[in-house]
């Protein structure tokens, strides 16, 4: 059976801390993997990763994935209150939906 | 603005009660899904259509069905509601495949009382 795992499931840090969530998978087929951000409402798009080793970057977030190891990791650096929300990481195994892991709950407090 | 339209927003009901999830997407796009989201659960596939005219069960479809009824709109029907459905119910649409992720409503907020 496919699989997502994220680390940790919860998190709180102060502003201006910088912040490592992981996300690890076990799939039959991998095609990409993708990371969500979600606040009050829908998840919303931050990253689609296919290559291994290749950075993606988007002002103070970056993920990066690792195809030998299974794994991808999400970075925050000098986090602000409004980074505050629940990271979905999810995979796409090459069927008709994306596995979805727990998510990641990260408290960003003044 | 585009994107993928849920309604109702909120919904209380009581057990045994019958309800229809309402979704509609303007993108053009061949898939549609149901997720459902409890916590520390992450999100579960509860049904998908991948195409018009076609709907599969996805995790969890038990106490669910679904209707696809065009390429735009894809319902999500609680025939009995039980208080075990008591969640946050997105739906979300797709290019064929995902391959350039999925798009979320708003979600819907429903409990069974």
């Known amino acids: 059976e496919d699989k997502v795992v994220q680390s940790p499931l919860s998190l709180v840090v102060h502003e201006g801390d910088t912040v490592t969530l992981n996300c690890s998978y076990e799939?039959?087929?991998?095609?990409?993997l993708l990371w969500y951000k979600q606040e009050k409402k829908a998840p919303t798009f931050l990253f689609m990763l296919?290559?291994?080793?290749i950075e993606k970057k988007s002002g103070r977030l970056s993920s990066i994935l690792d195809k030998k190891e299974l794994s991808s990791i999400l970075n925050i650096t000098a986090t602000q209150t409004g980074d505050s929300a629940i990271y979905l990481c999810?995979?796409?195994?090459?069927?008709?939906?994306?596995?979805f892991g727990p998510g990641t709950r990260l408290s960003v407090l003044p | 603005n585009a994107g993928v339209t849920q309604t109702p927003k909120f919904q209380v009901l009581k057990t045994g009660q019958s309800m229809t999830l309402q979704c509609a997407q303007d993108?053009?796009?061949?898939?549609m899904y149901w997720y459902r989201q409890d916590p520390g659960m992450g999100l579960r596939l509860i049904y998908y259509?991948?195409?018009?005219?076609?709907?599969d069960k996805g995790e969890v479809p038990n106490g669910y069905n679904v209707s696809r009824l065009n390429k735009r709109e894809f319902s999500l029907r609680l025939e009995s509601a039980a208080p075990s459905q008591t969640s946050v119910y997105f739906c979300?649409?797709?290019?064929?495949?995902?391959?350039?992720?999925?798009?979320f409503g708003s979600g819907t907020r429903l409990t069974v009382v």
């Open positions: 979300a649409s797709s290019e064929v495949g995902g391959s350039y992720g999925y798009t």
């Open positions: 799939v039959t087929n991998f095609r990409s």
């Open positions: 296919t290559s291994s080793g």
């Open positions: 999810a995979v796409d195994n090459y069927g008709q939906n994306f596995v």
């Open positions: 993108m053009n796009h061949n898939s």
């Open positions: 259509s991948a195409s018009e005219g076609t709907t």
